[in-house]
């Protein structure tokens, strides 16, 4: 499967699990990443940052990045809890491979 498959050229965005995926939300999460674990980067940048990877996180769940992908930081792995607890109002919430898994179990 090749970019242009999930967002078509000439296209901006997607929807994916009731969300709107924009081309860039992988790059945008990764660059705000990036900035949350550089000691030198200022507390306003790395503020901004996390308030911008915090909105990003539920387009990235939609997405299921989270179920192939580990965070290896820790900083990141607590970012990615409090995001989702205050979207979801759970730390943990199920994963939509999950949701998908369980629906079509033929004991769910």
Same mark, same amino acid.
């Given at each position: 499967?090749?970019?242009?498959?999930?967002?078509?050229?000439?296209?901006?965005?997607?929807?994916?699990?009731?969300?709107?995926?924009?081309?860039?939300?992988?790059?945008?999460?990764?660059?705000?990443?990036?900035?949350?674990?550089?000691?030198?980067?200022?507390?306003?940048?790395?503020?901004? $940052? *996390?308030?911008?990877?915090? #909105? +990003?996180? &539920?387009?990235?769940? %939609?997405?299921?990045?989270?179920?192939?992908?580990?965070?290896?930081?820790?900083?990141?792995?607590?970012?990615?809890?409090?995001?989702? $607890? *205050?979207?979801?109002?759970? #730390? +943990?919430? &199920?994963?939509?491979? %999950?949701?998908?898994?369980?629906?079509?179990?033929?004991?769910?």
């Amino acid at each position: 499967m090749k970019a242009q498959d999930i967002i078509p050229d000439g296209q901006d965005f997607t929807i994916i699990g009731g969300r709107t995926v924009r081309k860039g939300s992988v790059g945008a999460f990764l660059a705000n990443a990036r900035i949350l674990d550089d000691a030198s980067a200022s507390a306003e940048d790395k503020q901004s $940052a *996390r308030q911008d990877l915090h #909105a +990003l996180v &539920p387009t990235l769940d %939609a997405l299921g990045l989270f179920d192939v992908f580990e965070l290896r930081s820790t900083t990141l792995r607590e970012e990615l809890e409090e995001a989702r $607890a *205050r979207h979801h109002g759970a #730390a +943990l919430s &199920p994963s939509p491979a %999950a949701a998908v898994v369980a629906a079509a179990s033929p004991s769910a």
